[in-house]
């Protein structure tokens, strides 16, 4: 069974940045394609980024792209969520996600809230 912990959302001024972290156990997190999804008040969750850590797999919302870098540490067997120049907008509930490769993520954090002020 694969845990997901997320830790490191906070409030941060606009144009600021924060590392979001996933703790990942129970499996190795690159053996699972990995990803990061949000969810603001009154809207629909929506994918962020996300990889399967093969070479050209990694995804990013248009929303994001610049700004967002998905990567992990196999060390500490923890995935991060990297976002800088945030934006209001990226105001939300975030939750790490995992699952197999070629497949649908199956295995969800319980989120860790964002909050960026104007």
């Known amino acids: 069974q694969v845990q997901l912990v997320e830790s490191g959302g906070g409030l941060v001024q606009a144009g600021g940045s924060l590392r979001l972290s996933c703790a990942v156990s129970g499996r190795t997190f690159s053996s699972y394609a990995?990803?990061?999804?949000?969810?603001?008040?009154?809207?629909?969750?929506?994918?962020?980024?996300?990889?399967?850590?093969?070479?050209?797999?990694?995804?990013?919302?248009?929303?994001?792209?610049?700004?967002?870098?998905?990567?992990?540490?196999?060390?500490?067997?923890?995935?991060?969520?990297?976002?800088?120049?945030?934006?209001?907008?990226?105001?939300?509930?975030?939750?790490?996600?995992a699952g197999p490769k070629g497949s649908k993520y199956n295995y969800w954090g319980q989120g860790t809230q964002v909050t960026v002020s104007s």
């Open 34 to 97: 990995m990803g990061w999804f949000r969810q603001a008040p009154g809207k629909e969750r929506e994918a962020v980024a996300g990889t399967s850590w093969s070479a050209g797999s990694v995804y990013y919302a248009d929303s994001v792209k610049g700004r967002f870098t998905i990567s992990g540490d196999p060390a500490k067997n923890t995935v991060y969520l990297r976002m800088n120049s945030l934006k209001p907008e990226d105001t939300a509930v975030y939750y790490c996600t």
